[in-house]
């Protein structure tokens, strides 16, 4: 309940710039995603397909399914993996770092409230918008895609889709916010975090580069190992980010 006290009042204290900002962003990245799958049917992006191994695809696709396929399972989870990554860090770098600026650190330490209660407390409304965005933005590209494929061979959702938005997003999420947060106890302002944290973004790229190549193929047994190992480092940065405020900022 602590925790949650701490949520809300960081949702009251929010700056202005971050409420327009947490707004837009998602809008950008779903737009984006959701044209990779409404123009996979087109002639142009089948024939501009990488060159990909038929076992990796459904026995009985037609070369137009194949296309979808390829950008359903293919090009669009890891944009969602990055987008669950960078939703929630500009929330998490003003966590501490706002604190500071705001000169309300001070009060907020001397609370009686565990330091472990006080980091979780920290991170659950960052994580709140980046798993509630990835999620409507989930809803909204499958929407999308019934509507733009009716009679297409090929599902949506599917199992890597299952366990790409309820277990790898959450675990993604997680992370890059606590992360954040363990920045955001070492600068004095929320632009110093913001500009460290958005180096967390970068190893999503190689998934995405992976993903729009051809090369990697994001199946459920890789997301659900990706998953599971994220969710231990992310146990482990919450005892290095409470053991953190123990010790004092």
């Not at 925790?3 to 701490?6: E, K, R």
């Given at each position: 309940?602590r925790?949650?006290?701490?949520a ?6 929010l ?6 900002s947490?707004?837009?962003?998602p809008?950008v990245?779903?737009f984006?995603v959701g ?6 049917g087109?002639e142009d992006?089948?024939a ?9 695809f ?22 969602f993996?990055?987008?669950?990554t960078?939703?929630p ?11 500071r ?9 001397a609370l009686?409230m565990?330091s472990?209660?006080?980091?979780f ?18 809803i909204v590209?499958?929407?999308?895609f019934?509507?733009?494929?009716p009679?297409?061979?090929v599902?949506?959702?599917n199992?890597t ?15 890059a916010?606590?992360?954040e ?12 975090a913001?500009q460290?944290?958005s ?8 998934l995405?580069?992976g993903?729009?190549?051809g ?9 659900l190992?990706?998953a ?6 992310d146990?482990v ?5 409470a ?7």
């Open positions: 309940m925790a949650l006290a701490v809300k009042k960081d949702l009251r204290e700056p202005g710039y971050f409420k327009i947490i707004v837009i962003l809008i990245l779903t984006v044209m990779f799958i409404f123009i996979a087109s992006a089948t501009d397909m990488p060159q990909i191994p038929e076992t990796v459904p026995p009985g696709l037609s070369d137009i399914d194949k296309s979808i396929y390829f950008a359903v399972n293919f090009m669009a989870p890891p944009f993996l990055m987008l669950s960078i939703l860090v500009t929330i998490a770098a003003d966590a501490f770092a706002g604190e600026e705001r000169k309300t650190l001070e009060a907020l330490l009686p565990r472990r209660d006080l980091f407390g920290k991170s659950l409304l960052p994580f709140a918008y980046g798993f509630g965005a990835s999620l409507a933005s989930f590209i499958t929407v999308i019934h509507l733009r494929y009679d297409t061979a599902s949506m959702p199992a889709w299952l366990v790409l938005i309820f277990l790898a997003i959450p675990a993604f999420c997680l992370l916010i606590l992360m947060l363990i920045i955001s106890t070492r600068v004095d302002r929320t632009y110093y913001v460290m944290g180096l967390i973004v970068l190893p999503m790229l190689v995405v580069v993903g729009v190549s090369i990697l193929v994001v199946g459920p047994v890789l997301l190992a990706l599971g190992g994220v969710f231990l480092l146990y940065l919450l005892q290095i980010g053991d953190s405020l123990s010790r004092g900022l």
